[in-house]
């Protein structure tokens, strides 16, 4: 059978988020901690001091104030008129202290199986080099899915206390700060200052400029990535603010491309200023492209081949005198432009209603594609 090995970081980690949750819980019972201990201090000095039925030892005398909280006491009532009220009133104040830490106890646990903001906030405030994800919609989620798949720590933010995606979020261990994330206090629960990354992802373009400054107030050092409508204004917010900042019609445009034309283009890239796509291309047996070597594709098309599927398996880098065959399907980065004319070798001109769709499309450099 083979066992998983722990990594040494993972249980550093695992150690560290318990030691935040312990200094957490003493934070949360405090008050009852400080009444306890100083009704056990004060009133075994007291005693200590002007008891005279017996001696009383310091040790001794805190021990019988302990007992005398819980109703037990080991010395009997006093004479003295100023230490009777003692005895009456540490067991009211001791108990009341005791009960309030059960109480407190049992809503913590309650806030937990229930998964209630209290809770949410509670494991948010132990998170440090995280990632905060604003506005659990589809691509909150899909970012947040991704994130956890890459075995990043994730905090959400929701203003929606019924957001369809909250239990689907919640059920991945990623918990949820409700409250709009403009709000710099809904900001801090989600650990924002602690956060290495910060993704506003609703889809209110004010909303997430503005969550996004609040973000960089907050931790000047965090990396800030903004979702936008506005391809314009995302390019301006970008430059103004060195923010990342991703148009939404921007990257969903190689969808539209896709469906309309029937290929397979992933995602848009830029490298040097330039804007090239990702895509897949399966040889078709009666294309240009049989007996063709890798290498004369890249230097014909000028195109980048990252990766073959042949009868051989995967091959990652493809050596330029790799063969095409009938049924391969090879992944290649380029401007569009030279990705249809690839394509078009590729079915022998069939596409040519494809070529004009997709330069409709996507205009580029000199009225070309980019």
């Given amino acids: 059978m083979n066992r ?39 009133g075994g000095i007291i005693l200590h001091r002007f008891y005279h039925h017996e001696y009383v030892s310091l040790p ?23 230490l009777q009220p003692l005895f009456f009133l540490v067991p009211i104040i001791g108990l009341g202290a ?23 906030r509670m494991v948010a405030s132990l998170q440090r080099n995280h990632v905060v994800v604003v506005g659990v919609g589809k691509v909150g989620y899909r970012v947040i899915h991704g994130l956890v798949e890459l075995g990043e720590t994730v905090v959400a933010v929701e203003s929606n206390a019924e957001a369809p995606l909250l239990d689907a979020i919640q059920d991945l261990g990623v918990p949820v700060i409700q409250g709009n994330g403009r709000n710099e206090k809904v900001l801090a629960q989600a650990g924002v200052a602690q956060a290495r990354a910060v993704i506003l992802a609703t889809s209110d373009d004010l909303t997430n400029i503005d969550a996004g400054l609040s973000a960089r107030d907050l931790n000047p050092i965090a990396k800030v990535v903004i979702r936008l409508f506005d391809e314009s204004l995302a390019k301006k917010i970008t430059g103004a603010f060195a923010m990342p900042a991703i148009s939404t019609a921007q990257v969903s445009a190689p969808a539209f491309i896709a469906a309309a034309t029937g290929r397979k283009v992933y995602q848009p890239l830029e490298l040097a200023g330039k804007a090239v796509h990702l895509t897949d291309v399966v040889v078709s047996s009666t294309g240009g492209l049989v007996g063709r070597t890798v290498g004369e594709i890249q230097a014909e098309y000028v195109v980048n081949v990252v990766m073959l599927q042949g009868p051989s398996g995967v091959n990652i880098n493809p050596t330029h005198d790799v063969i095409l065959g009938p049924g391969d399907t090879f992944l290649v980065i380029a401007p569009m432009d030279r990705l249809v004319a690839l394509e078009a070798r590729n079915t022998n001109g069939e596409s040519k209603g494809k070529e004009i769709l997709a330069a409709a499309l996507v205009p580029g450099e000199d009225g070309a594609s980019p």
Avoid: C, N
């Fill in 4 to 42: 998983r090995r722990r990594d040494p970081m993972s249980r550093t980690k695992w150690l560290l988020i318990h030691v935040r949750y312990v200094r957490f819980l003493l934070g949360e019972f405090r008050l009852p901690l400080v009444v306890f201990v100083g009704l056990v201090t004060t």
């Fill in 98 to 120: 005791v009960a309030d830490s059960i109480v407190r106890l049992a809503y913590l646990m309650f806030t937990q199986k229930r998964k209630l903001p209290e809770w949410q």
């Fill in 60 to 82: 001794k005398a805190f021990y019988a104030v302990f007992l005398m909280i819980f109703l037990e006491s080991g010395l009997e009532f006093p004479d003295e008129w100023y």
